[in-house]
């Protein structure tokens, strides 16, 4: 069983083919409806797509004006994409633990991490569910800081009822395909301004504007646009999402009822307010449990499972540039030893949750021996 359930077929075949005879391959009309389809669903005034999420909020980092000797404030648990970006453009990523209810920034600690030099905080929404925006925004006003939220597993998220990616000043969305939904490669920001807009139209296709016959620079732009084959993909996709959204929480709800209550194993939360995306369904076991050895037995079993994301302190590269330490982030520490992502995909039965709960139960009974010596050297 694939940790991940794609739906791409012959719906999305027939797409790309009309992009074929369109005669015109790179980002255009079909790029256009598919940025439509996604302002639509976020109710967002603009959309941007990208190659990628990373190149989006690579763009959306320079749109805001992130430059060399800036902070940005980051929580230590994501997708190192999260801190690279920052890192590309001369900043800092300053880490802040997280909380191990959610996953998501302690929004309590973002204040010691606020210095002079900060320009803004880039919340991350783990695995679809919405940091807490409120207190971060609040923050981020009185600071006068900017908000860049990393939504890539979030497209479906909402706070309050309002879409993942709309409380920032702009907001990234992936569409790789471990995400919601996706086109291979790709990405879209989001943002209600029009400034931002703009700005970001530019520096996604080389700096440059249109005149009549040919183009003119205006700026240091990139290449980050979205081809109008991937785009095509992504039309298609958007129209089954709110079916995936749902078979994803009938599965997420299914796993919750067999594996609450069962010692050692806790499941994802989804706060008050909160409409979570489950781009995965992530689950902790408690400290006795050897969570590599948990891994390497489902995989016998023929069931992909994987660590949850990464404390980012603890990769080399990080590790190497700043010395951060576990003690200045045990929760991020933690859920990177601990975390185990199940297979979660919109059409799956209970027959196959059962499948993966019975080996997961019996690989954790089979786990709990030669822990402490894999933790130590982990
Ligand atoms: C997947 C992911 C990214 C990178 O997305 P790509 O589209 O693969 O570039 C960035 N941040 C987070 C939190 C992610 O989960």
Redesign the pocket.
């Known amino acids: 069983m694939k940790l991940t359930e794609l739906s791409v077929g012959q719906d999305e075949l027939d797409e790309i083919q009309k992009v074929f005879e369109s005669g015109y391959l790179t980002q255009g009309l079909k790029t256009s409806e598919f940025e439509d389809r996604v302002k639509k669903f976020t109710k967002s005034k603009w959309a941007h797509a990208t190659s990628?999420?990373?190149?989006g909020?690579h763009l959306s980092l320079v749109a805001i004006g992130v430059g060399a000797g800036d902070e940005v404030i980051i929580p230590d648990f994501?997708?190192p994409?999260?801190a690279n970006v920052i890192e590309q453009l001369g900043a800092t990523p300053i880490f802040v633990d997280i909380s191990l209810d959610t996953f998501n920034v302690d929004a309590t600690k973002i204040a010691t991490a606020l210095s002079p030099r900060t320009k803004a905080i880039m919340p991350?929404h783990a695995f679809g569910l919405c940091a807490e925006m409120d207190t971060i925004k609040d923050i981020a006003d009185n600071y006068s800081i900017d908000v860049v939220e990393?939504a890539?597993?979030a497209l479906g998220a909402t706070y309050k009822g309002v879409s993942a990616g709309k409380f920032g000043r702009l907001g990234v969305f992936?569409?790789?395909p471990?995400?919601i939904i996706t086109t291979g490669?790709?990405?879209m920001i989001i943002t209600d301004d029009d400034e931002m807009s703009e700005r970001l139209s530019l520096l996604r296709s080389h700096g440059a504007i249109r005149l009549d016959h040919y183009l003119q620079f205006e700026e240091i732009g990139f290449n980050y646009r979205l081809s109008d084959i991937n785009s095509a993909i992504g039309v298609v996709q958007m129209k089954k999402i709110q079916a995936v959204l749902t078979g994803r929480r009938h599965a997420a709800m299914a796993y919750s009822m067999r594996l609450s209550g069962i010692d050692g194993v806790s499941v994802p939360s989804e706060p008050i307010d909160h409409l979570h995306s489950y781009q995965s369904y992530v689950i902790i076991l408690s400290r006795p449990i050897n969570r590599d050895k948990v891994i390497r037995l489902m995989r016998d079993a023929g069931v992909e499972t994987t660590l949850g994301?990464y404390a980012m302190h603890l990769q080399p590269v990080f590790r190497r540039r700043y010395g951060l330490s576990d003690a200045d982030f045990p929760n991020a520490s933690h859920a990177h030893r601990q975390c185990l992502t199940l297979p979660l995909g919109h059409s799956m039965t209970n027959v196959e949750i059962d499948f993966v709960c019975d080996n997961l139960l019996n690989a954790i009974k089979l786990s709990r021996d030669d822990h402490k010596a894999n933790y130590m050297s982990g």
């Open positions: 990628s999420a990373t190149t909020l994501s997708f994409a999260t991350v990393d890539a597993c992936s569409f790789h471990r995400k490669e790709g990405g994301t």
